[in-house]
């Protein structure tokens, strides 16, 4: 919820006209690519805002100062409660849409993309990399945030989850090398220039690195292991993302390479810390990570 929140804050910044945002609700346009993805992106961020509302009316429940406030989240709750499934589901057919159309960005732009990623699977490979990273993120994040508390990492649900991460890393990294078989894009591969270079470090550190680590079960039941195969791949589909957007993408009339410029770097810092901070003090006053048995480390 908070990631999706700052992204769209961090799009104020992006658009030269930002006021204008509200246009793509109103202004429909079904032939476009990016419509569906701002449209599925839109949607997406109330259906979050509607998952989280009842650790918020758990907290406001049972806060006896202000009965209206209490009895109205009673009454959330109760219904919510019959109708999250549905919520659940929306998350997660409207977050693979707009993954998907991510890559369908590429697949419209073929003249202005390297070969090493420019395929027709690319929307695809979107979607199945949004499925490998699903878990490692919450793996990161669930232990970053516990040591970060002064909390025991939650093993016992961490550890079995990481096994899913092998498969879904594994179907991941199949398509991948499969699509550069096909189409033989490997040749570039030794080509030495910047892409050929990034591509393998995606590759390598982002994919087969943290896919055979995973395979051992001492890694998977090793919090440091765990959580280093888990950030591997986090920053593995984030560098896939720079490469796809900002390495690979080649306008034929540019005059020069695009790089974010120091404001822009500044903003995107600015705007992590903030999260982390906005974070860092819901988990502190509303039930957000459970600890039944307040067990801390030292």
Not at 7 to 14: C, K, P, R, S, T
Not at 225 to 240: E, P, R, W, Y
Request: charged share 15%; glycine share 6%; hydrophobic share 55%.
């Amino acid at each position: 919820m908070l990631g999706y929140t700052f992204v769209g804050i961090g799009l104020q910044f992006d658009l030269g006209r930002y006021y204008n945002i509200w246009h793509p609700i109103i202004l429909w346009q079904g032939n476009s690519v990016l419509f569906e993805v701002g449209m599925c992106v839109v949607c997406y961020l109330n259906v979050l805002y509607i998952e989280f509302m009842p650790i918020l009316c758990d907290r406001l429940q049972d806060d006896l100062r202000f009965p209206t406030i209490s009895r109205l989240c009673t009454f959330l709750n109760r219904w919510l409660d019959k109708l999250m499934f549905l919520f659940v589901i929306a998350g997660v057919v409207l977050s693979c849409l707009h993954q998907s159309s991510l890559g369908n960005l590429m697949v419209i732009a073929p003249s202005k993309f390297h070969d090493l990623w420019d395929t027709p699977i690319c929307s695809l490979l979107f979607l199945l990399s949004a499925f490998m990273v699903g878990f490692p993120m919450v793996i990161f994040e669930s232990m970053y945030a516990s040591w970060s508390l002064k909390l025991k990492p939650e093993m016992e649900i961490l550890s079995p989850l990481s096994k899913y991460v092998v498969f879904f890393t594994g179907l991941y990294l199949a398509f991948k090398v499969g699509d550069m078989l096909v189409r033989e894009s490997y040749v570039l591969l030794i080509d030495g220039s910047v892409q050929s270079v990034c591509f393998t470090v995606e590759m390598v550190f982002g994919l087969v690195v943290p896919f055979f680590m995973l395979l051992s079960a001492r890694v998977r039941n090793t919090p440091r292991l765990l959580f280093t195969a888990a950030f591997l791949i986090v920053l593995g589909v984030a560098f896939n993302r720079v490469n796809v957007f900002l390495i690979a993408y080649q306008p034929p009339y540019a005059t020069k390479t695009y790089f974010p410029s120091l404001a822009e770097i500044a903003v995107t810092v600015g705007l992590i810390s903030l999260l982390i901070l906005v974070y860092r003090v819901i988990v502190t006053y509303l039930p957000v990570i459970s600890q039944p048995d307040k067990a801390r480390i030292a």
